[in-house]
């Protein structure tokens, strides 16, 4: 028994450990694919940013380069998702720094998830929970005292789900959620219209939690709700997942090979995306901090674009590209043309004869 214990436990160490190894995309990970999307083709555009850790070192100096980044690029995107842990200890002052900076992006519309960090990771939730409420309110445009709420980018339906409990670094989703997001998905999703879930944890099973956080608990949404959800989500077509949480960088053939594990993966119709950590840097995938994805959704699929927001170029290696299925966007109808109306014609006015005229004059 103590010899099974002992081979446990060093493998759950090594596991640990070579999570934590910063592995490089040009040396073992292999390109999914080289799509290209037809701008012509367009119909939503997002950037995708995770665990931006305002109050780590360096992170305002990352965030405030990322902000530039956007600014300076002339095509700019219609949203920028930033799925969680937007600040290390959840104090008003990381807020505040956080959603200033963000607001100074011109043009994509902002939307944020509340994750462990944001509601003091360690520390009584209640104290915290209602500061991430109130600033996520002011900056991103809602009205709400929950932790979840929905909104829209560009006419797609974005759903974002939140802890409500005060479980140590995992989260707590409560059957009333799970019945708000049953109907947000009803009208959201119906007839194959792409919609977009976002919650700061992984679904329990997905991108490798088991395997980059083997120790701590929290690194995935409980069983029960993560099954609750996969049904939910599975009712519709072009449904997305997008999480953060595991630091976990791009990777791709190497890693679905080795671990079964990929930050882009198809599961029974519904896609499932982890987005790197931005602020701190990554384990087991490209390690550069300053990491997210560029979205691109046209009507025949999702394209997903690793990219670093601090140099603005694209990672080449890490392309991944989801068949959009049965949906048929609307056309933008033209107006008929508007026919001036003819002025009415002036009435004839009858004049006398001319000898009439000259005895009117008399």
Not at 22 to 32: E, G, M, Q
Not at 244 to 273: D, M, P, Q, W
Not at 278 to 297: A, C, I, P, Y
């Amino acid at each position: 028994m103590r010899k099974v214990s002992a081979v446990i436990s060093l493998t759950l160490v090594l596991l640990f450990a070579l999570s934590a190894v910063p592995f490089k995309a040009d040396k073992l990970f292999t390109p999914v694919t080289e799509a290209k999307a037809e701008t012509e083709d367009v119909l939503l555009t997002l950037e995708l940013w995770s665990d931006t850790h305002i109050g780590s070192k360096n992170a305002q100096h990352y965030l405030e380069n990322g902000v530039d980044t956007i600014n300076s690029e002339e095509n700019k995107a219609d949203g920028i998702i930033v799925s969680g842990d937007l600040t290390t200890d959840g104090a008003e002052s990381e807020y505040r720094t956080f959603y200033e900076i963000m607001s100074k992006i011109n043009g994509p519309k902002l939307v944020t998830a509340n994750g462990n960090h944001d509601y003091g990771q360690t520390k009584p939730r209640d104290e915290h929970r209602p500061v991430a409420i109130r600033y996520r309110n002011r900056y991103v445009g809602v009205d709400t005292q929950k932790d979840y709420y929905s909104t829209d980018i560009n006419g797609y339906k974005v759903i974002v789900l939140g802890d409500e409990g005060s479980k140590f670094n995992g989260a707590v989703i409560s059957d009333t959620q799970l019945s708000w997001l049953a109907d947000e998905l009803e009208e959201g999703a119906k007839d194959g219209k792409p919609c977009f879930v976002v919650c700061h944890w992984p679904l329990k099973g997905d991108h490798g939690e088991w395997f980059l956080w083997p120790i701590i608990p929290g690194g995935h949404i409980d069983s029960k709700p993560t099954k609750k959800i996969r049904s939910l989500l599975e009712h519709y077509n072009n449904v997305f997942y997008i999480s953060g949480h595991l630091h976990a960088g791009l990777n791709g053939e190497l890693a679905r090979r080795l671990f079964n594990s990929c930050c882009v993966k198809e599961k029974n119709g519904v896609t499932y995306i982890s987005v790197p950590c931005f602020g701190e840097g990554n384990r087991f995938g490209v390690s550069e901090k300053g990491t997210g994805m560029h979205v691109t959704l046209t009507k025949d699929k999702l394209l997903i674009e690793g990219k670093n927001y601090l140099t603005g170029q694209k990672y080449s290696k890490y392309v991944y590209e989801i068949g959009v299925s049965n949906y048929n966007p609307p056309e933008d109808t033209p107006a008929e043309p508007v026919t001036p109306e003819t002025p009415d014609a002036p009435q004839s006015i009858e004049l006398p004869e001319p000898d009439k005229i000259n005895n009117i004059a008399a």
